[in-house]
């Protein structure tokens, strides 16, 4: 008898074992297949780089009253956007032109995969030449990934200092793992600091898309799950709304009914 609950017991624990890793192998490969997927609609994706940077550029020959100036990454471009339009750059182009009532001209510098430091490199000689009326920079997500908060901060430093006072400069997005958050943080620190010392209007675009909450990944972006879809670049032009709408009403004419209250 003592015999034969010691095998049952074998039996039960070489089951459980035998189903534990049946079900971890389930667990890496539906992972993997995971991961196959979103690198294959990351390459997708690719395929719209040159698409819209060409989109930028050729825009950017349209003469308007009003210049405005972008400096930034991807996001800028409107990767992962169903047209280069519907980046946030291009909703806030479209708000600018219904309030102002003027035409505009959009010099879009951003650069798909930019960190700060090349935008250093490429964007501010370009952007030097220009005098814009309206500028925004949304930079510094690319840098996350291999984390120099040194190499941060002396591009962060670079760049503020040739922008103009009415500069709106956005902190980082919400990133959502606790991991990445935590070099978030130290970059937002950053950021802010910095603009307090040049006098530069802080976009909260960090706290508008950690209040998306988790569901936001579901709604919000494209399908390399990285880059915001047109709702998630809506919702870009929403952290910028306040502050543009200040912005406007103080440098421009602008009629009290258009005035921007929200996009």
């Given at each position: 008898?003592?015999?034969?609950?010691r095998?049952?017991?074998?039996?039960?624990?070489?089951?459980?074992?035998?189903?534990a890793?049946?079900?971890?192998?389930?667990a890496?490969t539906?992972?993997?297949?995971?991961?196959?997927?979103l690198?294959?609609?990351?390459?997708?994706?690719?395929?719209t780089?040159p698409?819209?940077?060409?989109?930028?550029r050729?825009?950017a020959?349209?003469?308007?009253?009003?210049?405005?100036?972008?400096?930034?990454?991807s996001?800028?471009?409107g990767?992962?956007?169903?047209?280069?339009?519907?980046?946030?750059?291009?909703?806030?182009?479209?708000?600018?032109?219904?309030v102002?009532?003027?035409?505009?001209?959009?010099?879009?510098?951003?650069?798909?995969g930019?960190?700060?430091?090349?935008?250093?490199?490429?964007?501010?000689p370009?952007?030097?030449?220009?005098?814009?009326?309206?500028?925004?920079?949304?930079?510094?997500?690319?840098?996350?990934?291999?984390?120099d908060?040194?190499?941060f901060?002396?591009?962060?430093?670079?760049i503020?200092?040739?922008?103009?006072?009415h500069?709106?400069?956005?902190?980082?997005?919400?990133?959502?793992?606790?991991?990445?958050e935590r070099?978030?943080?130290?970059?937002?620190s950053?950021?802010?600091?910095?603009?307090?010392?040049?006098?530069?209007t802080?976009?909260?675009?960090?706290?508008?898309?950690?209040?998306?909450?988790?569901?936001?990944?579901?709604?919000?972006?494209?399908?390399?799950?990285?880059?915001?879809n047109?709702?998630?670049?809506?919702?870009?032009?929403?952290?910028?709304?306040p502050?543009?709408?200040?912005?406007?009403v103080?440098?421009?004419?602008?009629?009290?009914?258009?005035?921007?209250?929200?996009?």
């Amino acid at each position: 008898m003592v015999q034969s609950r010691r095998m049952a017991r074998v039996v039960v624990v070489t089951t459980t074992v035998a189903m534990a890793g049946a079900a971890g192998a389930v667990a890496v490969t539906s992972w993997r297949r995971f991961r196959a997927r979103l690198t294959a609609n990351s390459l997708v994706l690719n395929e719209t780089l040159p698409v819209h940077s060409k989109w930028w550029r050729d825009h950017a020959k349209l003469k308007g009253d009003l210049l405005y100036v972008a400096i930034g990454d991807s996001a800028a471009q409107g990767i992962g956007a169903s047209s280069p339009d519907r980046s946030y750059v291009g909703v806030l182009a479209d708000e600018i032109r219904a309030v102002t009532g003027r035409t505009l001209r959009v010099v879009n510098l951003s650069v798909s995969g930019a960190t700060v430091e090349l935008a250093v490199r490429d964007q501010l000689p370009r952007f030097v030449k220009l005098r814009p009326d309206i500028v925004t920079v949304a930079i510094g997500a690319n840098d996350i990934a291999l984390w120099d908060p040194v190499a941060f901060e002396r591009g962060i430093r670079e760049i503020f200092s040739a922008l103009p006072p009415h500069a709106l400069v956005a902190d980082l997005p919400y990133f959502y793992f606790p991991h990445n958050e935590r070099k978030v943080a130290v970059a937002n620190s950053i950021v802010r600091r910095v603009a307090a010392e040049h006098g530069l209007t802080v976009v909260p675009l960090h706290a508008e898309t950690k209040h998306q909450g988790v569901a936001g990944i579901l709604t919000q972006f494209a399908i390399d799950l990285f880059h915001p879809n047109d709702h998630g670049y809506r919702v870009w032009a929403n952290a910028f709304a306040p502050s543009l709408a200040a912005l406007l009403v103080e440098r421009f004419e602008t009629p009290p009914a258009t005035r921007l209250t929200g996009m």
